[in-house]
């Protein structure tokens, strides 16, 4: 049975509480799924990394498709919780693609298999990946109407903005990627090297976006 505090919290972002068990697949199947690839991740070696039996998992999710469609909801649920997080406290105008930018790369640093996933889930194809796009589709239109209205307004240059959003998503999530690439090589890469690339990239879009 969850706790108080876990209940309050699941109340709080509108998602049911899971249990110990089912929380500790969830997080044993991401980072696998994400460093190793799904293909490359079995029920049985998950159950054995986690100390279960394979029956314990099957109990909660009965088959790995069923883990899978689990884990990138749940990766689709945080990746759009922490942009909206960020999105929450920014400005107006370019401060939004700045404070989009700047999440997705702490993310790289605190929460790795999560962006390692997004880039598995775009390998995977359908309908994973329509799954996990669908999940993300309310921040999509919003992001699509904001970029409409920043060359409406001419701070943009007009570009068809479904394509330009892709575009960026996909240009933020390879530079991130290099950064995981090097941690699959066992080179661990600093703050400082992270910084300098989100650097790189702001000041990258700011000249492509802004006249």
Do not use: N
């Not at 650097?199 to 802004?210: P, S, T, V």
């Amino acid at each position: 049975m969850p706790g108080a505090s876990e209940g309050a919290g699941a109340a709080a972002t509108g998602r049911a509480p899971r249990a110990g068990t089912q929380e500790r697949i969830l997080a044993a199947a991401l980072a696998s799924f994400a460093r190793r690839g799904v293909e490359a991740t079995s029920l049985d070696s998950l159950a054995d990394g986690l100390g279960l039996r394979k029956q314990s998992i099957l109990y909660w999710f009965p088959s790995k498709d069923a883990l899978l469609a689990a884990v990138v909801d749940e990766a689709a649920f945080e990746l759009r919780a922490a942009l909206e997080g960020a999105l929450a406290s920014a400005g107006p105008g370019w401060a939004r693609v700045e404070a989009v930018v700047r999440s997705v790369f702490r993310l790289a640093a605190e929460r790795p298999e999560l962006l390692g996933l997004v880039r598995e889930v775009a390998r995977l194809g359908q309908p994973t990946a329509a799954r996990f796009l669908a999940a993300l589709e309310p921040l999509v239109d919003r992001a699509v109407a904001f970029l409409e209205a920043e060359m409406a307004a001419g701070a943009m240059r007009p570009h068809e903005p479904r394509l330009l959003l892709l575009a960026i998503s996909w240009m933020v999530v390879g530079m991130v990627s290099e950064v995981e690439v090097l941690r699959a090589l066992g080179e661990e890469p600093d703050l400082r090297s992270l910084v300098r690339r989100r650097q790189e990239i702001l000041a990258f879009l700011r000249d492509a976006l802004c006249p």
